[in-house]
Antibody, heavy 120, light 108 residues
Framework: EVQLLESGGGLVQPGGSLRLSCAASGFTFSSYALSWVRQAPGKGLKWVSDISGSGGNTYYADSVRGRFTISRDNSKNTLYLQMNSLRAEETAVYYC?????????????WGQGILVTVSS | EIVLTQSPGTLSLSPGERATLSCRASQSVSSSYLAWYQQKPGQAPRLLIYGASSRATGIPDRFSGSGSGTDFTLTISRLQPEDFAVYYCQQYGSSPRTFGQGTKLEIK
């Protein structure tokens, strides 16, 4: 059974940093691209970042490029999102999601999400 | 960036009725790389449809997807109580991946 479990969320001040983790199990971790998607309270889904299975290719939404860094440790089956210079409007539930196959594919599994609150 | 516009914003129907949800793209979606997700309050999204018309594993056959190019539809043939939720379309054929703003399906 595929499982994705996010951790590392919480309250952070504007301008602060936070690192999210997503521990995966139930599939061959290094064979699949992974993504982060966020959802502000009461709002829709917004894609944040992708990383290829090897970790060699990364992609970012324009709104986070230069401040967020996606990475993965294939030996630990864990995905990360380092978030710096956080803004109040980035308060959201952050989901990690598994790409079904290759890169241009749908998200077939999602974690339960972790809340990040950016506030003073 | 491909903008996806979903309509209606809210759909009020009764159990047993048929639901038709629309997703229109600002430009053609490559190879019908379009998915539909269902999200219930406090839960993560769940994949329903991929490739515009293929049902994901374990999804009941009352859910069906259709369309190509810029116009896509999710149809729920006979609504069950557990189907009332928010539905999102997503295109994954070009970067950045984008989602529609969602359609809330509520009980009438």
């Amino acid at each position: 059974e595929v499982q994705l479990l996010e951790s590392g969320g919480g309250l952070v001040q504007p301008g602060g940093s936070l690192r999210l983790s997503c521990a995966a199990s139930g599939f061959t971790f290094s064979s699949y691209a992974l993504s982060w998607v966020r959802q502000a309270p009461g709002k829709g889904l917004k894609w944040v970042s992708d990383i290829s299975g090897s970790g060699g290719n990364t992609y970012y939404a324009d709104s986070v490029r230069g401040r967020f860094t996606i990475s993965r440790d294939n030996s630990k089956n864990t995905l990360y999102l380092q978030m710096n210079s956080l803004r109040a409007e980035e308060t959201a539930v952050y989901y990690c999601a598994k790409v079904a196959s290759g890169y241009y594919h749908e998200f077939d599994y999602w974690g339960q999400g972790i809340l990040v609150t950016v506030s003073s | 960036e491909i903008v996806l516009t979903q309509s209606p914003g809210t759909l009020s129907l009764s159990p047993g009725e048929r639901a038709t949800l629309s997703c229109r793209a600002s430009q053609s979606v490559s190879s019908s790389y379009l998915a539909w997700y269902q999200q219930k309050p406090g839960q993560a999204p769940r994949l329903l449809i991929y490739g515009a018309s293929s049902r994901a594993t374990g999804i009941p056959d009352r859910f069906s997807g259709s369309g190509s190019g810029t116009d896509f539809t999710l149809t729920i043939s006979r609504l069950q109580p557990e189907d009332f939720a928010v539905y999102y379309c997503q295109q994954y054929g070009s970067s950045p991946r984008t989602f529609g703003q969602g359609t809330k399906l509520e009980i009438k």
